[in-house]
Each structure stands twice: as C-alpha cells, then as structure tokens.
C-alpha cells in the first residue's frame, strides 16, 4: 500500500514537472506557432477579412445582402467561397476537408468534421444529414486526425417538433411518429459512435427547445457511456441555471453508473435569447453580464476536473484565460497534459494562437471544421460573423495578433 502511494506521489510529482515545463513554453501570444500553417498570402486574407467582418453595420446588413442575392440567383458564392467561407470552413464536401485535415493533423491538432447543413426542414434533408453524419463517423473510426463527431438535434429534426415537446405539449400521433424518428436518427448515431469507439458531440441550442436535447443526450450518455466516455452533452454557461444543472448531471450519471460526457461553452444565441424572453415577457435566461458566465463557465471546468473519474472535459472556447485555467486545474489535479478525458476545442479559422500553442505544449486539442454546401452553411457563417464584429473583441484579438505575425516575419526575413 505505502509502495503504491509512493509510487502515485511520484507520478503526481512527474506531471506536475512536465506541466511546469509546458506552462513555462505556453503563451498563447507566440504568434509564430500559431499561424506557422498559413502562408504569407493566406495571412493577408484572414486580416482582410477580420477587417470587414469588425464592421457592425456590414454583418447585420449582411444575412439579408447575401439572402437576397441568392434568392435571385446573383453569382456571389463565388466570392462567398473564396473569402468568408475559405476562412471558416473546409469545404462543401467531406473529402474537400482532407487536406485540411492533414494539415491540421501535422501541427498535433484533430479535426472535428461538421456538417453544418442548418434551417432545411423537410424528413428527406433530415435523413440526409443523418446519413452524412454516419459517414463522418465511418472516417474518424481508428482514425487519430479525427478524435470526435458531432451533431445537432436540429440537423435530425424539425424546431417546432422540438419545441413542442419540450413544452410538453401533446403530440399528434403523426408527430409522435416524427419524433420516434427522430429518436431513430439520434439512436442510430451514437450506437454507431460507441460500437466504432468514436466519442460524439450533441450540440447545444436555444432554451425553448434544450429540456427536450437534455433528456435525448442524457438517454444516450445512459445507454452508451457504460464502459466509457462516447456522448457528450453541451453546457451553455452562459445561461444561469448551468452550472446546476452541470451538477445535477453529475448526480445522475453517478446514481445510474455511466460516465458523464460536458462539452462546455460559453453559448451562441445570447442575443436571440435575450429578444424572445423580452418580447413574451419571461425572466431572461441567460446571465446579467459577461463576467458572470465567465465566473460560471471557469466553476464548471473547476468542478468538472475536481470529478475527472466520471466527467469527461470539452472546453469548447476562444477564452484564453479559461483555457490556461484548464491546464492550471490539470496540473494541480497531477493530470496528464494529454490525458483523453481532457480535450480543447476552438472553431477552425479563430484562435489559432490558442490552439496551435496548445498542442505544441502537448495538450489535445481539435477543431470544429464545418462543412456543406455554401448556401446552407450561410446561417453558421452569419453566426461567426456576428460573434467577431466586436472590434474590441475576438476580431480585434485577431487583427492584432496577425498585425504582430506580419511584423515578426518582415523582421526575420
Ligand atoms: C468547439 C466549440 C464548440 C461550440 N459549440 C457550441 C454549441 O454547441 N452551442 C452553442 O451555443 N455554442 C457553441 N459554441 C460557441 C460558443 O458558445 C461561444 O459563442 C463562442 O465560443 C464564444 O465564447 P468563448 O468562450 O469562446 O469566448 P468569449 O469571447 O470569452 O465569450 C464570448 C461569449 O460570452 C458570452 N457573453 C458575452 N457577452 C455577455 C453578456 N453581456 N452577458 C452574458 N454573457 C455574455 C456569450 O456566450 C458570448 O458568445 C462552440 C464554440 C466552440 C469553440
């Protein structure tokens, strides 16, 4: 027994050594290994870009610019493709990614191949996707570029079904034969994932229809995270009854033994939230300010660590001082920098400096790379576009970190 503490305090103690020497090289401002994959060219684009999209007035124009040259068969996905899509996805087609991928592979980083065909709501589109989601399964099975899969409910399913079973209103019966379809398309992924050992994201969306994506991602971490971690759930912090409910989850995977699967970020429809809790008169639920989804998203990853036994860790994030908590929290912890119930994520084409600084410090670390047909990637575009406008916020980071890249490879020349 005292060999065996010895022996885990040793261990404890080499951890820790190679986490200090991975913090002392971790700075998320050394700009050379984050853009040492792009070239010179390449980096002049990106800062066009960001430029453009830290214009407000330009992205809110925007969504209906580009709508309604579509809808009239104007020839802009030319343009779309060589600019805003270039930057943030891999391509329309899943093997158009593969270069992407074995790009991103060569610098350590995995990618996470997204399908992210949104707002089309007919059963054959559903089916569809479903099928295209199978198949990126098929591609990361064995395949150590490609760590998870990912899906959304609404990808799978109509929102108003969604809704109303999360209102717990009654169904038709051909809407309970809808949503036993849908259930279908859901099960047939995550048997899928967990008999190919792929772990696989459920993303999360607006509050009206999260109860709802809860109780399927919860039934499927229940049937498949038995053995081990394969499903995640995604935790929004930036709402303000998450990190309870993060503990709730807990309790329940403790009391009915399976391994609890936390996909954590800080939310994408703050706004959209905002609007509709006003215009129907109920308490928003999302946090008063910024500082209070970043205290509870920086609890959850505490807590989240402190159960590191049950709890599987995505911190899906562009936050650096979330992200540097989270190698922090892993050393204090004695956890291996590549422990595989410990992942970061950032979406491709942002935070590159965090990424790229993360796995050369031997972290794991994998990128969301989105793709489809341009046309219906367009809403998860609008969505980046939208989060970046902010000259003070991550375009802003963006435009200063490339500006210093530029500057410390004219000086190097
Ligand atoms: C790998 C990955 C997967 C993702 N998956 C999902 C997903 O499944 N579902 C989803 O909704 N989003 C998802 N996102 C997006 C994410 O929720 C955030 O919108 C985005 O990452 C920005 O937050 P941040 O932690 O990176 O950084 P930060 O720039 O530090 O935080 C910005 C975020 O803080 C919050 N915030 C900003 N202002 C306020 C305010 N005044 N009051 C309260 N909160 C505020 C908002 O959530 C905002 O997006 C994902 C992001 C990544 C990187």
């Not at 065909?117 to 295209?132: I, Q, R, S």
Request: aromatic share 10%; hydrophobic share 35%; glycine share 6%.
């Amino acid at each position: 027994m005292k060999y065996f503490s010895e022996h885990l305090k040793l261990t404890r103690k080499n951890v820790q050594a190679n986490h200090t020497k991975s913090n002392q090289a971790l700075s998320f401002d050394n700009t050379e290994i984050a853009f040492k994959s792009k070239s010179n060219g390449e980096l002049t684009q990106s800062y066009l870009l960001f430029k453009a999209i830290g214009y407000n007035w330009l992205v809110k124009a925007g969504p209906t610019m580009v709508n309604g040259a579509l809808s009239i068969g104007l020839p802009i996905t030319g343009i779309i493709k060589k600019t805003v899509f270039k930057q943030f996805c891999g391509g329309e087609s899943m093997t158009d990614c593969n270069n992407t991928i074995d790009l991103l592979n060569s610098y350590g980083v995995g990618t996470i191949l997204d399908y992210s065909v949104e707002g089309e709501e007919k059963e054959e589109n559903f089916n569809a996707t479903a099928t295209e989601t199978l198949e990126t399964i098929s591609k990361a099975k064995g395949n150590a570029k490609i760590p998870f899969g990912v899906f959304k409910v609404t990808g799978l399913g109509r929102f108003d079904l969604l809704a109303k079973v999360n209102a717990k209103e009654d169904l038709t019966s051909t809407e309970e034969s809808e949503f036993a379809r849908l259930k279908n398309r859901i099960y047939n992924i995550c048997k899928t994932a967990h008999d190919h050992d792929v772990r696989i994201f459920i993303d999360a969306e607006e509050t009206w229809i999260q109860d709802a994506i809860d109780d399927l991602a919860t039934e499927m971490m229940a049937e498949f995270n038995k053995e081990k971690c394969i499903v995640y759930n995604t935790l929004q912090l930036y709402r303000h009854d998450r990190l309870a409910y993060l503990k709730t989850s807990f309790e329940h995977a403790k009391t009915n033994n399976y391994y609890l699967g936390v996909k954590l970020v800080r939310g994408a429809y703050m706004e959209k939230e905002r609007e509709r809790a006003e215009k129907m008169g109920y308490p928003s639920p999302i946090q008063p300010n910024k500082s209070a989804s970043d205290s509870d998203y920086n609890e959850a990853l505490r807590f989240s660590v402190a159960h590191i036994d049950r709890i599987s860790i995505c911190a899906g994030s562009h936050n650096e001082e979330s992200s540097l908590l989270l190698t922090q929290l892993m050393a204090e912890n004695g956890i291996a920098v590549n422990d595989k119930r410990i992942y970061f994520s950032q979406l491709f084409g942002m935070s590159d400096h965090i990424s790229f600084n993360l796995s050369s410090a031997g972290y794991n670390v994998a990128k969301y790379l989105p793709y489809g047909p341009v046309k219906s990637v367009m809403p998860y575009l609008f969505r980046r576009a939208a989060e970046n406008t902010s000259v003070k916020g991550q375009a802003g980071r963006e435009l200063s970190l490339i500006s210093k890249e530029v500057a410390r490879r004219k000086v190097v020349k």
